[in-house]
Structure formats: C-alpha cells, structure tokens
C-alpha cells in the first residue's frame, strides 16, 4: 500500500468505521480475479461504504490523495470491467453494503434500490407486490443494480422491454470530486441540459459511482408458454418473429440456437434432451408471457400463430412446452451452451450486434468466413435474434493446446470477427461493455472522432482519471501495431 | 460582418457554392427572431449547406477561424434556442436545405431522415407505406427532425410512445471540430463506452450538428376514438388513467384540462362548443387507437372500460366522439388552449414536470399557492397527466398592462412556481428545452455539481464554445442577486 492510499484507509476508517475498510489478504483475494479467472489483479484494500454519503466522502478523499479507486458490485463482469490493476494502484470500491431497497410503489410500477442490490432479490421483493423487473441474466444471483445500470446490462428479456437504459427512471451517483448527483426522481420527461443519467448508464464506473437507482417495474407475469420451433434458416427465423410481432406484444423472449450447439449441449450436460424429434440446423426457443387473466392464454397464441407457419413451411416442427417443467427444460438448454462449449474445448467468443434486418446474413456468412479463414474451426452464432445481438463463438480445432490457442489463433480470430462486425456497421459490444478485455479493439476499431470524445468525456468528469483506471477509454491513444 | 466571420462565409461560398450562404438582409430577417416575437438576435449570414460534408466543411472552418454558430432547423423552439445573439458574433446554420428522407424501411419500422425534413413531411412520407412516426406536436408543419431530436422534443404521444429519446435508433452528427460521429446504424444493443447519442439528444446544438437520424416507425393507426370526460380533480383523473392503463396499451393521449381553460376556449375561439352539457371543473381528452382489424375497436373499448368508472364515479360524465369531426373538434379545444389564454391576457407559462404520482397535488396546491402570494392572478395547469408534465400557466390579473407585467410580477411568479417545482423534485423544463429563456433559471436552481458537469462536458466537446452560444449552459457561473 503506497503512501496516499494508506492516508485514504485510515480515514474512512475514521470517518465510516471499521466495516468499511477491508485489509485482510484472504478476505480480498475473491475480489481480485474476474469470475471467468481470465484477469487477476492487486488491491491493497477493499472500501465498502453503506450509504452514499460513505461513498461520496471516500470519493472526496481519493480525488483529494489522487488514489485510483475500482468500483465493484457482484463481480459478473463478462470483460473483466471489474478486476483491479495488476500494480496495485488502485483500491477496490465495494458497493455490496449499500443493499437497501428504499422504496417499491406497485402502484407507481417504480422501485428504488441502492447499487448493491442483488438482481434476483429485487426481483423477489417487487414479486411479492405483485410487479416484475423486466431484466434478467444468467448471473442475477449475484450481478448488482449498480454493476448491471454501470453497464446497461441486457439479458434474455430485452426483445420487449430493452436494456438496463430503458428501465432506469432516476439515478443518484457520486461523480469523482465527491459531488452528488441527486438525479433519482422518476420524472418521465426532463429537458435540463444533457441527460447524465443516459452518460452514467453504460460508463463502466468510470465516470462516477451510481449509489442508487430508480427502476420501472411491470405487473407481474400471470401467464407463460414456451415453444421451441425449427427453422431452415436465420432468415426464417427472423420472418417468424416479425411474424409474431405483428400479431401481439406478448413475445418477450425469442433466442435463436445453432443445431450443432444443441448438439453440444446434449452430448455434455447430464439430463438434457432434444425437445424435437429429427435433426435440424436451427432452433428457436419463444417465450410468451400474459400478465393479466383477461389476456388470450400464451400457450393458445402461440399454437394459434405458429399453426401457419408451420403451414406456410416457415417453420419446420414445433412443440409448446407442455408444463412448468418443461419449459424450464427447454430453458436450460438455452443456458447451458456456454457450458458445454466450453466443455468441448476453447473457443473465441464475441459479444456483437448488426443492425436487426442484416444479422440473418451476418450469421451465415461470417461463420463461412471465419472458417475459411481458419482452417479447422467451428463458428456458429447464437442469441438475442430480434436485438440483433447474437453470441458469435468460434471453436478451435479438435485437439487444439488451449494455451496456444489463447495466446495466437484466438486473438487473430477475434479480430478478424470484429473486422467483419464493423464492416457491417455493428458493434463489438453489444451487451457485455468494454472493460479491459475489449478496450484495445475499441481503440483498433473506433473512428478518430469517436476516441476523441469518449477521451474528452472522460477527462472532463474525471480530470485526474482515477475512476475505475484502464476500462472503457485509455488516457492515451494506445499504439498500434506498425 | 467581422473579419474571421467574412472569411469563413468566403470559404464556405467557395466550398459549397452561392446556395449555401445567405446575405441578403430580407432574407436573413425572418430567421433572427423566434416565432413568439420574443427574442430578438442579429446574424450577418446564414449558412446552408445541403449535405453532411457540407456542414462538417463549416465546422472545420468556424472551428478554426472561432467563429460561433447558431444552428436553426424550423425556428420553433419555445425557449429562444434557435435565436442569435443580439451582438451579431454568431452566424445562423441552416439545415433546412437537408431535407431528404434516405430511406424508410416498414419491415423494418425504421426510416433515415435528414435534419431539416419537415415532421409532417415525415408523417406523410411514412404513411404511404403503412406507418407513422409517433410523435406530433402543434409546431408539426414547420418543425424539423434535426430541431426535435436536438430538444428531446415531446408532445401529445409520449404516454405510449416517449419522447424523441426513446424514438431515435441512430444519429449522424458533426462535431464541433468538423470530425463526423457516424451513428446512424440502428443498433438495438451497443455497449461501446459512453452513448453519444443520447448526450446529443437535448444537447440543443451546442456540442455538435445533427446531420440525420435513424427513427423507429410504428405500424399506422388503422382506427381511433377520441372521448371527452368530466372527472372531480385531477387524482380522479390519474385513477382513470391507471385504470385503462391496466386494461389496455391502447391508450395513446389522455390531456388533463381545467374547466377554466375550457371556459377560455369557448369564450375566445369561433365556433367551439362544449362537449359535454353542464359545468365541470376539470376534462380528460382521451385518445385509444388500433393498428389492426383484429384488435377491439377502440371506441367500444373506450366505453367498455369507461362505463364501470361512471358507474363507480370516478368519472362524472363521458362522451365518445360519433365522427372523425367529432374528435377533431374535441382535439381543436386542447389545441387552442394557448391561442385562448392568450387573447385573454399576458400569462406567465411554464412547462414543469413532477413524479407523475405527485402530480394531481402539485396541480392544485401549486396553483393555490400562487393565488395566495400574488392577488388577482388565475394559476391553472393543463396538459400530460400521464407524463407528469403540465403546462402550468399563470394569468395576469384582469387588465393588468402587458408590459409591466411581463418586466415584474411574470419573471417573480415564473421564480416562484420554479422553486415549488423543485421542492417538488421536479424539472423546471419537461419537453421545451432550456434554450436561452430558461438559462438563468437554470443556473440558480442547479445544484453545483450538476451545473459544473454541463460545463465541464460542454467544454470538453466544443473547447471554443462556439455552438450555439448562449444557450443551455453558460461559459461561466451567472452571478446570483444578491
């Protein structure tokens, strides 16, 4: 621990107490590493304020000794946008404690809960008043409302409620001078100058620290089925959602899988079976939801606007989950590809949106291109098909040194995948951020322009640049390869 | 004309040609003054380019020579934002001469459209092809897409649709320095670093040109029905609201209107005539559409969810319009609230937001308050209930002199209706902007660490605060009376 950030451990010791600074080795050795166990690195301490005057007199302090300071909530990060330096240059800031849900009004369809509000507990306490929170992930037993609004989370909902942006009423942030930016009220129209609301949603804590944010609740769901459709083809796949949509607003999960990662998923996850029978090149899992009893059942609409489809041979064969869990089952294939890709070997992985209507052909031919650019690996997308986000993995070769690959075909690929993305004006971060894992892309990527104001942002709000250092922008252009 | 301002209009007629600069002083003079004839500015030019490299040629030229600019779509703005300075330093940017819609997708519910496309011509344009771009406003005929999107414009269809924030999928700007920030791709998931769309959105024209923007269409309305309903107050109002809200996602206007108002409209404005028999002390104008045969008609989905309230009293009297005249005439009425007050008397106006919850209180305790602080003033609010943003208008006693009042008694009433605003936690500009009428305001109701991020971001981005000086954010604190 240098000098200044002693100075700063001892006094928010002073000023917050004991439970507010963390110095035992063992108790901040989980913190220091992303969950994937692909980052590791060193902070002498962990801060854990409880209200946000904690944290505005921590960030008053560490812009005061210029110490940089790593904001924290559940360690889900997916492009390790919360792992500290390896230097040691940085202390972590631990919004875990403030895990208050202030207010819920199911009357109003808001809730306030504080940064470190575990996703899956806000969702069982809106529950009980009868409301949902229309967002959830795989991680949301341990991904925060801080962490998933820091990163305009998305998830398997976003098709028909959006990303974290569109679900933020109001948040309260301290900015990196220890200022306050009391911006919680819900209001649903506000045209006071620039909306730093919308600039702290998806700044990866680096503009400031959301201590609190207002969230837009939806009556609870009273009703859901689940089908799982094939199709010839993404395009086919995305006529059958337009489709769907034209007809109701009921769709709220649509998720396009390969039939070689279902493939994969039931050669390595124990308990799993094809929900059709026949093999197909694509899947589609749709979700339907009703929140009102008054509503045509979501098993009824979805039999009565797949029939022709299927008639119309848009869709090859189809089955309605027949119970709760069933659906359930058809949902766990859906989760599990992750794990049994990596169960089968390493892999590239890219986190990419095009614009809706051009991912069909997106889909198929960057994985032709991928493989014969590669000879030997596999590439298939799967994912979010009505957001234009899919999950486009590239598989290396059987047999392949997972080192090796990690350290040379897997980087090439990847940028050779993130060429085809911006080719075909999509992003390379559609839902995950930027972090440190894709911060050298975004600056191989970006449009001069682009660079400049991010870096003018940042520096503006964050002039001594000490807000989770080494995510989202670099202070300096980074050198490119000549 | 001062030097550095006769070199860039030399530079620009030799770049983009005699079209692209306006001298004359007849044609100039329109243009220096908003459409209320309240500000009054003067600029020695007008530029026009016709194309986005046109504007990126002048900003790089009026970067360079620090020349300010103030750019000016259909001249509509409510808070002086479109105004010159009165000192002739700054030159108007006209983008009306950019007036192409690029493309309209209906499979895609998306259109490109240039920033001086008129939103009417937008409106008709999408029409033909079976969908509407959901947001309209009295200005409809002169306002352009470059304007609305700059001012996060709103209007009566925000309830279901949102504002311009919600509605734009892509934005291709300039920035200050004459760089370009190509977004128009309509990503719906794009996690790569700050949203600079979302700050441009409102930003009013003073970090950069919105050149053209990618918006969201929604299938045409196929029918509607339009109901005016008499309710107690404005709570009663708000539980009706909710009631349909729970019902249905049909319910696209629903404008709160005291019977005083009314009373002002027929009073002033040929050939209105009441709606319902008897007096009542506040309205609802009520708007519910369908976009599909298949959906309930929306007047007998109306008097469906509308009969119950009567029955309970919620509701004290209702009629649906019998013709589409019917509910043009019902729509006339709101949409001459201000033509009314206006022939009545000078008024001190505001357009104020609150928690929509908070709202029917506000309404009624805001106006009292002002009745009790200045003698002889009416004090009345009208306007989206549901957004939780009125228009809270303030008249002047009978016969009071224009003039003088609009000197004292109108800026003191405009201070004291803000500060309720506030201690209400509400914003002081819902849907006009800040412009140049709202700045000091602004300023004195901010708290610090608000003001100095708008500064610090507008300093970053336009280092020379040559964009639209004057407007949304000024260069340095505005000293405070003392």
Not at 40 to 56: C, F, R, Y
Request: with cysteine; charged share 20%; aromatic share 4%.
């Amino acid at each position: 621990m240098n000098t200044a950030q002693s100075a700063l451990v001892e006094a928010v010791r002073v000023a917050l107490g004991d439970k507010a600074v963390v110095t035992d080795r063992h108790d901040i050795a989980p913190w220091e590493s992303d969950w994937r166990g692909r980052y590791h690195g060193h902070a002498p301490a962990i801060l854990a304020p409880d209200t946000a005057e904690g944290v505005a007199t921590i960030l008053a302090l560490a812009y005061a000794q210029g110490v940089p300071l790593v904001p924290q909530g559940g360690n889900t990060s997916m492009v390790g946008g919360a792992t500290p330096p390896a230097d040691g240059s940085a202390l972590i800031l631990s919004l875990r404690r403030m895990n208050r849900i202030r207010a819920i009004s199911a009357a109003d369809n808001l809730a306030v809960a504080e940064a470190g509000v575990i996703l899956a507990d806000l969702h069982a306490a809106v529950g009980e008043q009868g409301r949902r929170f229309p967002l959830t992930l795989g991680a949301r037993g341990s991904a925060t409302i801080g962490g998933l609004t820091s990163t305009n989370a998305g998830g398997t909902q976003v098709l028909r409620f959006g990303t974290m942006r569109g679900l933020v009423a109001g948040i309260e942030a301290v900015l990196p001078d220890g200022s306050v930016h009391a911006g919680l009220a819900a209001l649903k129209k506000d045209n006071r100058g620039y909306d730093l609301n919308q600039l702290l949603i998806g700044a990866e804590g680096t503009l400031g620290i959301i201590t609190a944010v207002t969230l837009r609740l939806v009556p609870a769901a009273t009703d859901r089925a689940v089908a799982w459709v094939a199709v010839a083809d993404p395009a086919d796949a995305l006529a059958l959602l337009r489709r769907l949509e034209a007809a109701t607003q009921a769709i709220e999960g649509f998720e396009i899988i390969p039939g070689d990662s279902l493939q994969l998923v039931l050669d390595h996850i124990p308990g799993t079976r094809a929900p059709l029978a026949g093999t197909h090149r694509w899947h589609v899992l749709i979700e339907a939801t009703a929140s009102d009893a008054q509503e045509e059942a979501p098993a009824a609409l979805l039999e009565r606007l797949l029939a022709p489809a299927i008639a119309e041979g848009q869709v090859a064969d189809a089955v309605i989950a027949a119970s709760e869990a069933q659906a359930e089952a058809f949902w766990r294939i859906r989760d599990s590809l992750s794990e049994a890709e990596r169960a089968s070997g390493p892999a590239a992985q890219h986190d990419i949106s095009v614009p809706v209507a051009d991912m069909p052909r997106f889909m198929i031919e960057a994985a032709a291109a991928c493989e014969a650019r590669f000879p030997g690996v596999r590439a298939s997308a799967f994912g979010h098909l009505g957001d234009g986000n899919v999950h486009f993995h590239v598989r290396a070769p059987a047999g392949a040194d997972p080192a090796l690959w990690y350290a040379g075909d897997g980087p090439a690929i990847t940028r050779f995948v993130n060429d085809l993305v911006v080719a075909a004006g999509g992003s390379i971060s559609a839902e995950h951020g930027i972090g440190q894992m894709k911060l050298h892309e975004l600056e191989r990527l970006s449009a001069p322009a682009r660079l400049a104001a991010l870096r003018a942002i940042k520096g503006a709000l964050d002039p001594r640049w000490i807000m989770n250092p080494g995510k989202l922008v670099a202070l300096a252009p980074i050198p490119r390869a000549p």
